[in-house]
T-cell receptor, first 112, second 116 residues
């Protein structure tokens, strides 16, 4: 079965520090991958997506992710964390039958 | 644009009660789906529909029914609520063409449901 694994259910960084949220997927073929963000008591908002083409994907709010086929990874990064980045982040993959498979989420805390 | 609208936003039920969670989209999207979100579990697909009159089960369908009589609406029914169904429920939609191109799904703001 296709799966998405997010390493670390909780990541804590200082304001201004690098943000690195890890996502690995299981697949024998390159998948379609997404990162979503969820702020408290809100729905999910798309940060960025990888379909085909360039492996470094830039998203909103200064986030980017790099698709590495050899490592089956799609880690999310941001050079400098801001207090407003505190949220829960979900990695997801698209399947051939229109279904999205989500990771379990990573809660990002940003300390002043 | 309204996008995906879920009602109600909050609901408390007693065990055994029935309820319908409403989801409506105004983007003429063919594909609609329901997820539940539980702490540490991410989002899990309950049911989905690829068009009016067509529904199918997702990962965790037990205890839930759906129907799709119109393109716009995709209600989720709990026939006999159980405490295990306490969760946050999200509805999402996308155009079929968009899904074929793996465009992202649009999510509603969620319904927070507590079963006592």
């Amino acid at each position: 079965a296709q799966s998405v694994t997010q390493l670390g259910s909780h990541v804590s960084v200082s304001e201004g520090a690098l943000v690195l949220l890890r996502c690995n997927y299981s697949s024998s073929v390159p998948p379609y991958l997404f990162w979503y963000v969820q702020y408290p008591n809100q729905g999910l908002q798309l940060l960025l997506k990888y379909t085909t083409g360039a492996t470094l994907v830039k998203g909103i709010n200064g986030f980017e992710a790099e698709f590495k086929k050899s490592e089956t990874s799609f880690h999310l990064t941001k050079p400098s964390a801001h207090m407003s980045d505190a949220a829960e982040y979900f990695c997801a993959r698209g399947g051939s039958n229109y279904k999205l498979t989500f990771g379990k989420g990573t809660l990002l805390t940003v300390n002043p | 644009n309204a996008g995906v609208t879920q009602t109600p936003k909050f609901q408390v039920l007693k065990t055994g009660q029935s309820m319908t969670l409403q989801c409506a989209q105004d983007m003429n999207h063919e594909y609609m789906s329901w997820y539940r979100q539980d702490p540490g579990m991410g989002l899990r697909l309950i049911h989905y529909s690829v068009g009016a009159g067509i529904t199918d089960q997702g990962e965790v369908p037990n205890g839930y029914n759906v129907s799709r009589s119109t393109t716009e609406d995709f209600p989720l029914r709990l026939l006999s609520a159980a405490p295990s169904q306490t969760s946050v429920y999200f509805c999402a939609s996308s155009s079929r063409d968009g899904l074929a191109r793996n465009q992202p799904q649009h999510f509603g703001d969620g319904t927070r449901l507590s079963i006592l």
